[in-house]
């Protein structure tokens, strides 16, 4: 099943001081092998930006360690724009908490500190008649290095990363894309305020 470009860019959704990004991916794949991709550690580390070490259960604790070549590669993106990575700790291990676990419809992760400003991700998985549709939405906390823009692009190229994997199980990921997505980005960014 082969999506447009466009049809992959997320949205931008304001609720007075509040935002959302929301992105929607239909994989050619039951909802079982996108959960899967979603939730264990052998398909996060090809994808998502860290581990999820603990128990898969709603309302579990867990711990989220950067994978060391996502943090290495991050810090590099980081200098090569300019940002001062000095203030940085990129081997941080962050706190979590598993808010919803439906296998194999909903997961909802709160990632940093549950009573500080932290990010909320939420996946729901729904069949179709050839494959999943997958809505992934995120409340970020505070802005990242690369401001929201720089979220919702990382966002976007991990979702990218993500249906390459489920689909052919190799994952093309390409930096430069990541900063021309940072600027659309931006633009939907600064159109909804």
Known sequence: MNQ?????????????DKLSLRYER???????????ALTESDSLR?????????????GALVQLPFWPDEAAESQAALEDAGVDTTRFDFDEVLPGEIREFDPPK?????????????????????PTADGTRLVFTTWPG??????????????????????????????????????GLRGHYASLLAESS
């Open 26 to 36: 239909h994989l050619a794949h039951s909802p079982e092998k996108v959960w899967s």
């Open 4 to 16: 447009k470009a466009t049809d992959r860019f997320g949205t931008v959704v304001r609720d007075g």
């Open 106 to 126: 909903v997961f909802e992760l709160v990632w940093g500190n549950p009573q500080g400003k932290a990010d909320v991700l939420r996946f729901e998985l729904e």
């Open 46 to 58: 090809h994808w998502f930006p860290a581990d999820i070490v603990g128990v898969r259960a709603a």
């Open 142 to 179: 505070e802005p990242g290095p690369m401001g929201h823009a720089g979220t919702a692009a990382g966002w976007h190229a991990c979702l990218d990363a993500l249906q390459s994997l489920v689909e052919t199980g190799a994952v093309h990921e390409d930096r430069q894309d990541v900063i």
